[in-house]
């Protein structure tokens, strides 16, 4: 899917994601687990956004996220048992000497937090432009752990962001129903990221 993804009539650009940060099984009796396969598919679908903000200056952000995703699925193939959700995933590759999928997981979430907190921010601050809240939001996020190679291809995608109100109006026609179900997916997936954050930072993820 990419930015030409039809949607629905009276919908909004979240109905043709693939899946849903929403909708992603969290195992609150487990240590709030989270399930790989769904995860990985609202990852994925997220990165279609990025074709929204309409510019070739961000396609070496989609290309990161999806190469991250595409290494955790990779151990997850190998050892399915092993991987039902991130957690376990982590926790079974490092015991295996290796730690290429839980790296891949550990710049897969500063991506979403990146863009996870651009757009909330943005939603929250109507005067703000897209260019403004990304550029806010990478330097808290994915800026701190970028070389000095990596952040000029970061701030171009900033800068080339589009205007706010046409970003919009590609979301969907009904502005007040693009804004609640961002508002919504926004929150499901910084609960994410927070719950995924926490455990990364645990020592149970470190190699």
């Not at 693939?18 to 487990?30: C, E, G, Q």
């Amino acid at each position: 899917m990419a930015s030409t993804a039809q949607i629905p009539e009276g919908g909004t650009y979240l109905d043709t994601f693939k899946a849903s940060f929403t909708t992603v099984p969290i195992d609150a009796a487990n240590g709030n687990a989270i399930s790989t396969t769904e995860f990985l598919e609202a990852a994925e679908s997220l990165t279609t956004m990025f074709d929204l903000l309409g510019s070739v200056a961000f396609a070496p952000v989609k290309k990161d996220m999806l190469g991250n995703v595409e290494k955790i699925r990779k151990r997850q193939l190998a050892a399915p048992l092993e991987s039902q959700n991130l957690q376990d995933l982590v926790r079974n590759e490092l015991k295996s000497k290796s730690h290429t999928a839980t790296e891949g997981l550990l710049w897969l979430l500063r991506g979403l937090e990146f863009t996870c907190i651009a757009l909330t921010q943005n939603l929250a601050n109507h005067e703000h432009e897209l260019s403004e809240s990304f550029r806010s939001a990478y330097g808290v996020t994915l800026k701190p752990h970028h070389s000095f190679l990596i952040k000029p291809v970061f701030s171009a995608a900033m800068s080339a962001c589009p205007y706010r109100k046409d970003f919009y109006n590609k979301l969907g026609a009904d502005e007040a129903k693009v804004h609640e179900e961002m508002r919504a997916y926004l929150a499901a997936l910084e609960n994410i990221v927070n719950i995924l954050k926490a455990f990364m930072d645990s020592k149970e993820a470190k190699w």
